[in-house]
Nanobody, 128 residues
C-alpha cells in the first residue's frame, strides 16, 4: 500500500529551526514529485514547497528564503528544513506525492489537486 508519513513536528520558539521528514512506504520516491502543504483549523490549505523527481525545487513566497526542501532517494525520504520560524508558521504540515513516471522531472506544481497521495500531517507550533 502506497503511503507517505510525516514526522518531526513539535513546538519551537520564534527564530528557531525544525526539520520535517516525509517517508514513503510501498513505493520508491525517485519517480515522484513531492510537495509540502500546511493547514490550520478553519483555514484553507496553503502551499509550502515542492521538489520534482529530478530535484528541482519550488517555494511559496511566504517561506522562500527560510524553508528548504530536499530529498534523499536512498532513504526514500523528503525533508523540509524550516528556519527563522515565525508564529504564523503554526500549522499542521502535510506531505503529498504524485507519480511522474520518470526520475528527471524538472518542474513540480504547488497545486494540491495534483497530488493523489497524502500523509496524515504533523503539527508544528511556533510560540514563545
Amino acid at each position: 500500500q502506497l503511503q507517505v508519513v510525516e514526522s518531526g513536528g513539535g513546538l519551537v520558539q520564534p527564530g528557531e529551526s525544525l526539520r520535517l521528514s516525509c517517508a514513503a512506504s510501498g513505493f520508491t520516491l525517485d519517480s515522484y514529485d513531492i510537495s509540502w502543504f500546511r493547514q490550520a483549523p478553519e483555514k484553507e490549505r496553503e502551499e509550502v514547497a515542492c521538489i520534482s523527481s529530478g530535484g528541482v525545487e519550488n517555494y511559496a513566497a511566504s517561506v522562500k528564503g527560510r524553508f528548504t526542501i530536499s530529498r534523499n532517494n536512498a532513504k526514500n525520504t523528503v525533508y523540509l528544513q524550516m528556519s527563522a520560524m515565525k508564529p504564523e508558521d503554526t500549522y499542521i504540515y502535510y506531505c503529498a506525492a504524485v507519480a511522474t513516471g520518470y526520475r528527471s522531472s524538472n518542474i513540480c506544481t504547488l497545486s494540491p489537486n495534483s497530488y493523489p497521495y497524502w500523509g496524515r500531517g504533523t503539527q508544528v507550533t511556533v510560540s514563545s
